[in-house]
């Protein structure tokens, strides 16, 4: 292997991009970073950087612009989910600095929770999700967590132990790692002022229900994944819950954003029929009720049991 190979595989090591004092404090000489750029193999993005040909390009982006990956360009880069994946780059920049940057960017100056190496082109996650809190509505970035959560990323107890703004201290205090989509979150979300318990990705009759609203409503969010085998499979599950005694709600629309804004007449509906609410079989008489109430508790006595079916009988 020649010393040109041994500093290409180095920068893959290092992602791909690189300090030229990082290169030379690994004995890679001028002359070698300079064959190399002759060659085609390496770049240089920006004075004091070196980044392999076949390098991520945005990285080599952020090294030649002088910003750091953050907020939901690098939320989007670490598969979290989000709200709306368009819009303007996110970047992260020295705090009291006034970069001129060729591209129209969302920039960021906030303290975060993890410091940032010199060399640092991508933040991580933690600091991502502190630029989240304080750049998107509050239900969309509590999804962002969620994903970040049930992805594995971070644990609750990890972000515990970091310090936080207020936004994003709120945010941890409702943020939950079992739930699959942000879809989730937000139905969640929705149904909170209707006080009824609301269980995300639990399971029921063998298989996993997305969302279970008080005891017996079970509603699906469908994604694109459910078609052939798998929607077939759905039916009989939805089949099975019906046996059981559950409602199922169930729609490929919730696929799409567009049906968030139908929650709200959802939630309506179901808080005024009582879909969320087993059935119970009616109280057998006022006077047993009242019996009950008064603190009688075991067994009654002859006694008490005439008093009842005299009072009964009038």
Avoid at 45 to 61: F, M, S, Y
Avoid at 188 to 204: A, F, G, T
Wanted: a positive charge.
């Amino acid at each position: 292997m020649t010393r040109l190979d041994e500093l290409s595989a180095f920068l893959t090591v290092l992602g791909g991009v690189a300090r030229s004092v990082v290169v030379a404090e690994r004995g890679f000489s001028r002359r070698t970073v300079d064959a190399g750029v002759a060659r085609g193999i390496i770049t240089r993005p920006r004075r004091g950087w070196i980044a392999a040909t076949d390098a991520d390009r945005q990285l080599v982006a952020a090294a030649r612009l002088g910003v750091v990956l953050t907020c939901r360009t690098q939320a989007s880069r670490l598969g979290l989910w989000l709200h709306d994946h368009r819009g303007r780059p996110h970047f992260a920049v020295p705090p009291h600095s006034a970069p001129q940057l060729p591209v129209d960017a969302k920039l960021h100056w906030g303290r975060v929770p993890l410091p940032r190496h010199p060399d640092a082109l991508a933040d991580p996650v933690e600091n991502v999700l502190a630029h989240i809190a304080e750049c998107e509505p509050f239900e969309q970035a509590l999804a962002t967590w969620e994903s970040a959560l049930h992805g594995g990323l971070v644990t609750v107890e990890s972000l515990h132990g970091l310090a936080w703004k207020p936004a994003a201290r709120g945010i941890l205090l409702r943020a939950s790692p079992f739930a699959d989509a942000g879809l989730e979150t937000y139905v969640r979300e929705r149904l909170r002022w209707l006080k009824l318990r609301v269980l995300v990705q639990i399971w029921i009759a063998g298989h996993r229900v997305d969302t279970l609203i008080g005891d017996r409503l079970v509603l699906q969010i469908d994604g694109a994944h459910h078609t052939g085998s798998q929607r077939s499979e759905d039916i009989r599950h939805d089949a099975e819950l019906l046996l059981m005694g559950y409602r199922v709600i169930r729609g490929e629309m919730c696929a799409s954003q567009g049906c968030i804004g139908r929650i709200r007449p959802c939630e309506e509906h179901i808080s005024a029929r009582g879909a969320h609410a087993r059935r119970r079989p009616p109280r057998r008489s006022v006077q047993w009720t009242h019996e009950h109430r008064s603190g009688i508790t075991g067994e009654l006595s002859e006694e008490r049991f005439g008093r009842l079916s005299a009072g009964r009988s009038q």
